[in-house]
């Protein structure tokens, strides 16, 4: 692969570091946080799920600036929300300050999970684009483990105000993020759609070692001169699409677990020490399956890893609520990683890479709007409404509940899901149809 396309998707795929830091990060904080200010479990569980209502609103309004002033100035935009929304929500002397922060950390993060897997798709050869797409994917999972080793290494620092740091540590990469965003070209899909710029595209593309004058002539007999609507009716089936996959990442009940993850560990009998810990193996875990997912995502293809994917749910789901069900809650930490194994191989390396490829050049920003917005929606509800169900009711049922509704994602997988893996993206309508 060209080196300069390297430099740029992992440059952008940063996006994913900050959006798995800003995510998990909040696990280290959020029992300190209730017993600090006092919340009940309702408005705990509110303060917490602030930062995912954020990110449906990032991810409704994503599409508007990528699409007005360009990929590449949106992610810069977002990673100085990032910044200034860390080392906010570190000084908060209040739970209504403390949200704010979050709720911005939150828009940052919805945006970039509309904006990144764009930009990475549009610059991304056929052949390789799972591969760079699961950038993205891997840069989350990075920042997540990043988040859970901090978390653990920060317990006891400051005394009762550990958790101000664990927060604060997110602007460092944050910042980063903005200074490398300087050196990375914009999108020249973008160019060519929005701005008719061929020129400046023909260069980015000369960079890339793309074929320029057979990739801009296909692009633009890509798109229909008339301004074409996602909500149309012509793209029904694409939005069912993106729906679904959305709608069953969550249902998984992966942000109960990313967010919650020392609370899951209590829940089965650790010390705190020990459920930090195995949160930290959480995050290792994830990584390294997140890696055999960018090794098959693009020679086994999308539909294959969501199968093992969704095999792999039910087991470790299945397992976690027996054993919740008894007194031991034995071998609850190996379900734990073995439910993160089949996320990462699974929903975690195809949902970015599978929402932004489906839709044709006109509406893809606001395709992979619409599909991170009910990620970011369903994640949110889920979120807040844990603790409150996890206390009444207990982890077998929640756990059984989340099993279930993996039955229901394998059949979708089975029955409605097209294979896009090598697929050029002006050809996929054509390929996997309406």
């Known amino acids: ?16 570091f900050l959006f798995g830091m800003d995510v998990a990060v909040i696990s280290g904080a959020e029992q300190v946080i209730q017993k600090l200010w006092g919340l009940s479990d309702l408005m705990h569980g509110t303060a917490i799920a602030i930062a995912l209502y954020g990110t449906v609103v990032g991810a409704i309004i994503g599409s508007f600036p990528a699409n007005a002033i360009g990929r590449r100035k949106t992610l810069m935009i977002i990673g100085i929300i990032f910044l200034v929304s860390s080392i906010g929500a570190a ?53 997540i483990l990043f988040a859970y080793v901090s978390n653990y290494l920060l317990q006891g620092v400051g005394g009762e105000n550990d958790w101000r740091y664990m927060l604060g ?10 200074v490398f965003m300087l050196f990375t070209p914009e999108s020249p899909r973008w160019l060519i759609l929005y701005k008719n710029n061929e020129e400046e595209a023909r260069k980015i593309f000369a960079k890339s070692g793309a074929p320029a004058d057979e990739l801009i002539k296909e692009i633009k007999n890509s798109v229909q001169q008339k301004k074409e609507s996602l909500f ?12 679904l996959i959305a709608f069953f990442n969550q249902l998984s009940g992966i942000n109960a677990i990313i967010y919650f993850a020392p609370r899951v560990f209590e829940m089965a009998g650790l010390a705190k020490d020990s459920a930090f810990l195995s949160s930290a193996g959480i995050g290792i875990v994830n990584f390294i399956f997140t890696l055999v997912g960018w090794y098959l995502i693009d020679r086994s293809g999308r539909r294959t890893l969501l199968f093992i994917g969704s095999i792999g749910y039910i087991i470790s789901l299945s397992l976690m609520a027996y054993s919740f069900s008894g007194d031991s809650h034995g071998g609850i930490t190996w379900f734990v990683f073995l439910f993160i194994a089949a996320h990462a191989i699974g929903q975690g ?6 929402i932004s490829e489906i839709f044709p050049n006109s509406v893809r920003a606001a395709g992979m709007s619409f599909g991170s917005l ?16 996890a206390k009444i009711f207990g982890g077998s049922y929640i756990f059984g509940f989340f099993a279930v509704m993996m039955v229901l994602q394998l059949l979708f997988v089975w ?11 002006e050809d996929m309508n054509t390929r996997i149809g309406h």
Request: charged content about 10%; hydrophobic content about 60%; proline content about 5%.
């Open 1 to 16: 692969m060209n080196r300069n396309l390297i430099l740029w998707s992992i440059t952008v795929a940063l996006g994913g």
């Open 91 to 143: 000084i908060a002397n209040d739970v209504y300050i403390f949200m704010v922060f979050r709720f911005f950390g939150g828009l940052a993060i919805g945006a970039s999970s509309v904006v990144a897997p764009i930009y990475i798709s549009e610059i991304a050869p056929p052949k390789y684009r799972g591969r760079m797409g699961i950038a993205f994917q891997l840069n989350i999972v990075a920042g």
């Open 169 to 178: 540590v997110v602007a460092i990469p944050s910042l980063l993020f903005c």
């Open 232 to 243: 149309s009716g012509k793209y029904n089936r694409l939005i069912l699409l993106a729906f």
């Open 349 to 354: 390396a195809v949902i970015w890479v599978f």
């Open 374 to 389: 009910t990620h970011w929606l369903f994640a949110a509800l889920i979120s807040q409404t844990f603790p409150f169900f």
């Open 415 to 425: 029955k409605m899901m097209p294979e896009t893996k090598g697929i050029a993206l």
